[in-house]
């Protein structure tokens, strides 16, 4: 996936679609979640569902514990592809033969 514009970004609903799937894998509640994994709490987990953004200790902490990988979500900026065409030259009717 690329950006729309020439910085990068983070893929929020993928993110939170992978976040979601990870809860109803292990049947976690937030609360649950937030027993079982020091560092979590309700707001984290309630904020990345949303789509909110999230500091990158953040995404990076989630990502651990759901066995996730970060690099999954970057939204590559778009290159520039300017592209010149190349120009056709006219000869005088020459082939390229020389006899």
Known sequence: M????DRADFDR??????????LKREGLSYRA????YEGL???LLSRAIRQ??????????????AGLD????LILPK????????AT??????TGRHS
Do not use: K
């Open 70 to 73: 970060p690099m999954n979500y």
């Open 41 to 43: 709490n309700t707001a």
């Open 33 to 36: 979640a937030m027993g079982r």
């Open 89 to 94: 030259r006219e000869t005088s009717g020459e």
């Open 13 to 22: 609903a993928s993110f939170a679609a992978g976040i979601d799937g990870w």
């Open 52 to 65: 909110h953004d999230l500091s990158v200790a953040n995404v990076l902490l989630l990502c651990r514990f």
């Open 79 to 86: 290159r520039n592809q300017a592209v010149t065409a190349i």
């Open 2 to 5: 690329r950006a729309d514009g």
